[in-house]
């Protein structure tokens, strides 16, 4: 992922920049004398790049403390707010989590935006290392006529909405059309076609939010078209199988060639609701209605591909298609934010610039998961990421290009939070919320019903 030109430096050869002496971390540091044997370091997120750097940290050094910092007051980032809620099998990891913040060498402390609140050099200054882990925040823009027009939705903002993310909790999106369009097919491309599609009864003993259950019963969408602009060999799905890229053709071509039989022919011809892939398909304008107030329908582009292998792409053929819709929801990529003006931040690629996970010309600072590779691969890939730069941050340490003696760590940070009048959410914090959203799921049937509300969230906890 890094271009060669990328180099790091180990600490000894920096100058680092001091705080201000009435915050000087050395005199601050005089009360820390104990700590010199302990590393303090520092994780920025606490979805699964987070959870997992942090994990491999305390599991190999048997003294490191490890402080999870969250911008929102509860943690495990897109495990809570992206898997989709009629797949709980795969939000069993936060339990893994759990154990990793409930060790007396992890602390957990939401509702701090690094960045907003602590800039990244103040975190350097108080740890000995400093991770990145806060993953993409934003989704790639269609960067076409009519994307603001009223029914025009990010996929990441309707994945957020129905998963209960408090910046998205007033979404409202209208389901009363009777056709969407999904432009991109990668996995949240199926999640949000089956969510749109799925029976709401089926749905109603999971952890979608009460919101989207509701507009979901009132919803009119009867049928979603998957729009990509490659082929079936380039989709960006994902299944569970061994050799999943071939099962999967074997899937598609037998879908696409067989004939049903007759019980599976009449059981999609009584089908309510259906749903199919586009291919070489690529948006040009969503279209307005007459009155110019909504979305009507998108133009696409009929692409052919050109190249071989990974150089493949598709290119316009000179033909277009119209396609009328009431709901357009875009979901060609999500994509990382630079967090801090001291981080170097590649744009193009929408990364952390890194080699192995050590970000360049920082000493001291690390990435990983999406931030340093990209918004790409499952859980798993971003477990073994994580685990990689865990392993390459414990190398410096033990080759000592990390800085000796003590840090203060939290005590230095949380000090300054209250300063600024930032009031940190602590694990335990998080339980009592948790046991709050299960307490009120249990009246109708659900696992747990989620917390919307940031300021009832600090009410709930006395603050």
């Given at each position: 992922m890094a271009p060669r030109c990328w180099r790091w430096r180990p600490w000894s050869s920096w100058t680092r920049t001091r705080l201000?002496?009435?915050r000087s971390i050395q005199n601050f540091g005089q009360h820390f004398s104990t700590q010199e044997q302990t590393p303090q370091i520092c994780v920025v997120?606490?979805?699964p790049a987070g959870f997992y750097t942090a994990q491999h940290l305390?599991?190999?050094?048997?003294?490191a403390h490890v402080d999870i910092y969250e911008k929102q007051l509860v943690p495990f980032g897109l495990v809570r707010f992206g898997v989709a809620p009629d797949h709980p099998e795969v939000k069993n990891v936060i339990n893994t989590f759990t154990q990793t913040a409930r060790s007396d060498r992890c602390a957990f402390y939401g509702n701090v935006e690094v960045?907003?609140?602590?800039?990244?050099?103040?975190?350097?200054?108080?740890?000995?290392?400093?991770v990145l882990s806060y993953g993409a925040e934003d989704h790639q823009a269609l960067d076409i006529p009519g994307e603001e027009l009223p029914g025009v939705f990010s996929a990441r903002a309707f994945v957020g909405w129905y998963n209960g993310l408090p910046e998205n909790r007033e979404l409202a999106p209208d389901l009363s059309c009777d056709t969407a369009v999904i432009l991109g097919q990668g996995n949240v491309a199926l999640d949000v076609a089956r969510i749109l599609l799925t029976p709401p009864d089926h749905l109603e003993k999971t952890d979608i939010t009460e919101a989207a259950l509701g507009a979901l019963r009132q919803s009119r969408v009867k049928t979603v078209w998957i729009v990509g602009r490659r082929g079936p060999l380039q989709v960006a799905f994902t299944i569970k199988a061994a050799?999943?890229?071939k099962r999967l053709m074997e899937l598609?071509?037998?879908?696409?060639?067989e004939k049903p039989g007759v019980e599976e022919?009449?059981?999609r011809a009584s089908a309510s609701r259906a749903w199919g892939l586009r291919f070489f398909r690529s948006p040009q304008q969503v279209l307005p209605s007459p009155d110019g107030r909504r979305v009507a329908g998108i133009r696409l582009a009929v692409t052919r591909l050109e190249g071989i292998g990974e150089a493949t792409r598709a290119v316009p053929t000179g033909d277009v298609e119209d396609l009328p819709c009431g709901l357009v929801l875009s979901s060609i990529g999500y994509k990382s934010r630079p967090i801090d003006p001291s981080v170097p931040f590649d744009p193009k690629l929408g990364v952390v610039p890194n080699m192995e996970g050590r970000v360049v010309d920082v000493p001291g600072l690390y990435c990983s998961g999406w931030v340093k590779r990209g918004p790409t691969g499952v859980i798993t890939t971003t477990m073994t990421d994580s685990f990689l730069t865990g392993q390459i941050l414990l190398q410096d340490l033990k080759a000592g290009h990390l800085p000796s003696g003590p840090r203060p760590g939290s005590a230095f940070?949380?000090?300054l939070l209250d300063s600024r009048g930032v009031w940190p959410v602590s694990f335990s914090d998080w339980e009592k919320l948790d046991a709050e959203e299960v307490s009120r799921g249990q009246a109708s049937g659900k696992p747990r019903e989620k917390l919307l509300d940031p300021q009832e969230m600090l009410r709930l906890l006395g603050h």
């Amino acid at each position: 992922m890094a271009p060669r030109c990328w180099r790091w430096r180990p600490w000894s050869s920096w100058t680092r920049t001091r705080l201000p002496p009435s915050r000087s971390i050395q005199n601050f540091g005089q009360h820390f004398s104990t700590q010199e044997q302990t590393p303090q370091i520092c994780v920025v997120g606490s979805g699964p790049a987070g959870f997992y750097t942090a994990q491999h940290l305390l599991k190999h050094h048997s003294r490191a403390h490890v402080d999870i910092y969250e911008k929102q007051l509860v943690p495990f980032g897109l495990v809570r707010f992206g898997v989709a809620p009629d797949h709980p099998e795969v939000k069993n990891v936060i339990n893994t989590f759990t154990q990793t913040a409930r060790s007396d060498r992890c602390a957990f402390y939401g509702n701090v935006e690094v960045g907003r609140d602590v800039t990244v050099q103040e975190l350097r200054d108080a740890y000995h290392a400093v991770v990145l882990s806060y993953g993409a925040e934003d989704h790639q823009a269609l960067d076409i006529p009519g994307e603001e027009l009223p029914g025009v939705f990010s996929a990441r903002a309707f994945v957020g909405w129905y998963n209960g993310l408090p910046e998205n909790r007033e979404l409202a999106p209208d389901l009363s059309c009777d056709t969407a369009v999904i432009l991109g097919q990668g996995n949240v491309a199926l999640d949000v076609a089956r969510i749109l599609l799925t029976p709401p009864d089926h749905l109603e003993k999971t952890d979608i939010t009460e919101a989207a259950l509701g507009a979901l019963r009132q919803s009119r969408v009867k049928t979603v078209w998957i729009v990509g602009r490659r082929g079936p060999l380039q989709v960006a799905f994902t299944i569970k199988a061994a050799r999943p890229r071939k099962r999967l053709m074997e899937l598609l071509l037998r879908t696409a060639t067989e004939k049903p039989g007759v019980e599976e022919a009449a059981r999609r011809a009584s089908a309510s609701r259906a749903w199919g892939l586009r291919f070489f398909r690529s948006p040009q304008q969503v279209l307005p209605s007459p009155d110019g107030r909504r979305v009507a329908g998108i133009r696409l582009a009929v692409t052919r591909l050109e190249g071989i292998g990974e150089a493949t792409r598709a290119v316009p053929t000179g033909d277009v298609e119209d396609l009328p819709c009431g709901l357009v929801l875009s979901s060609i990529g999500y994509k990382s934010r630079p967090i801090d003006p001291s981080v170097p931040f590649d744009p193009k690629l929408g990364v952390v610039p890194n080699m192995e996970g050590r970000v360049v010309d920082v000493p001291g600072l690390y990435c990983s998961g999406w931030v340093k590779r990209g918004p790409t691969g499952v859980i798993t890939t971003t477990m073994t990421d994580s685990f990689l730069t865990g392993q390459i941050l414990l190398q410096d340490l033990k080759a000592g290009h990390l800085p000796s003696g003590p840090r203060p760590g939290s005590a230095f940070i949380k000090a300054l939070l209250d300063s600024r009048g930032v009031w940190p959410v602590s694990f335990s914090d998080w339980e009592k919320l948790d046991a709050e959203e299960v307490s009120r799921g249990q009246a109708s049937g659900k696992p747990r019903e989620k917390l919307l509300d940031p300021q009832e969230m600090l009410r709930l906890l006395g603050h």
